[in-house]
C-alpha cells in the first residue's frame, strides 16, 4: 500500500503474513469444519488454531470466542444479544447506556434494540478532548441498567477512554461492560480482564487481517442470544458459515500487530505528536482535536476555518494523499461528525489522518505542505 495512504482507521492494509496465510489455507481445499470428512477437519484444525490465537490475545477461553463479518455486526450482537439474552432470563432491567461519541453502530443499534424491547438508551456526554464525563457516568449508571457500552479509543479524534473508571461504577451497579475495541485491537495492547469489561467487539479490518472478519469476546458473565438461527456452529451464539480462510488469515494478522505492537506504537506516536505540532504551526485557524497524550497513536483529527472537508478530501487526493474526511460510516449523508458536535468543536474543514507503521517521516511532513498549500489556495478563492 502506498505509505501516503493515510486511512488506516477506516481499513489497515491487509498485512503480508496475512495474506500469505490466505493464500496457504486456499490451497488446502477446506471443507466445512463441521463435517468430519477430511476436508472438514483440515478447516476445523484452521479454525481452531485461530480461535485459539484470539482467545489468547484477549484473554478468554477459546469458546468464548464468537466470530462474525465484521466490527459492525460484532457490535450489534454485542448490543442486540445481551438484550435478547437479559429477557430470556427474565431480567428486566430497562436502562442502555452509551456515549455521545460512539461509533455510529453501537448508537444506532442501542437505539433499535431499545425501541424494540421498551427500554431506554441513556447517553453519556463528552469534554471539549473527547473524553467520556466519568461523573456523568456515574450519576447516570444505576441498578436498572442492564449494559454500559464505551469505546476504548474513539474512531474520530483518537481520545483513549476512562474505560476502567467506567467499568467499576457499572460493575458496582452489577451491568454489564461491553467494550468497542475496534480501533484499538491489535494496536494498543489489552485484555479483556484489564479493561474490567465482559464482551470485547475487534474487527479484524483495523489491525490488518481481513474485511469481513470480526470478534465478539465474551468473558465469564456476559450471556448472549443469536440474532439469526438456523444452524449452530458457535456455541449457540451466531449461526452461518465461517469463512475459514479469512479467520485464520486474521488470526495470523493479530499475532504479528501483537508481536510488533510497542515497536509499531512508538513508531505511529512519534509521527502523531510531529504531526500535531507541525499543523498548528503551518495553519493558521486550524484546531487539532483530542488530547496529546492518553490517545490512539496513529489518529490525527483536525479542522480548519473557510474550507469545506469534502473539498479538502477531493484535493488531498489529487495530490497523492488519501485521507478521512466527516463522520465515519456517515459522510456521504454530508452530516457533521456526530463525535465533534458532542465536543462543541470545530466541525467546519474537518479532516482525519490516520497512518500505520509504513507511513514516515517525510510522508508527514509531506502532507503538512501540500495540506497547508491547499488550504492556502481554498481560501484565496474566497477572499
Known sequence: MDPRYLDVASRWPLRPEAATAWNDAVALDLGDPTRHHRPGRRAAELLDRATATVATTFGVKPER??????????????????????????????????????????????????????????????????????????????????????????????TLQPVHEIARIAHDAGALVHVDACQTAGQVGFTLAQLDADLISASAAKFGGCAGVGVLALGDRARILPQFVGDDRQHHRRAGMLDTAALAASAVALRVATDRLQQEHSTRETLRRRLREALVARVPDVAVHGPLADAHPGIVAFSALYVDGATLQIELDRAGFAVHSGSSCASAAGAPSHVLVAMKALTHGHVRVSFGPETGVADIDAFVRAYAAIVERLRARHR
Request: cysteine-free.
Open 65 to 158: 470466542i464468537v466470530w462474525t463479518s465484521g466490527g459492525t455486526e460484532a457490535v450489534h450482537l454485542a448490543v442486540a444479544g445481551t438484550v435478547a439474552a437479559a429477557d430470556h432470563a427474565g431480567d428486566h432491567r430497562s436502562q442502555i447506556v452509551v456515549s455521545a461519541v460512539e461509533h455510529s453502530s453501537v448508537l444506532e443499534a442501542a437505539q433499535r434494540v431499545a425501541a424494540a424491547s421498551s427500554r431506554t438508551v441513556t447517553t453519556i456526554g463528552v469534554d471539549h478532548a473527547g473524553r467520556i464525563d466519568v461523573d456523568a457516568a456515574r450519576a447516570a449508571i444505576s441498578s436498572d441498567t442492564l449494559a454500559v457500552h464505551v469505546q476504548h479509543a474513539n474512531h474520530e479524534v483518537g
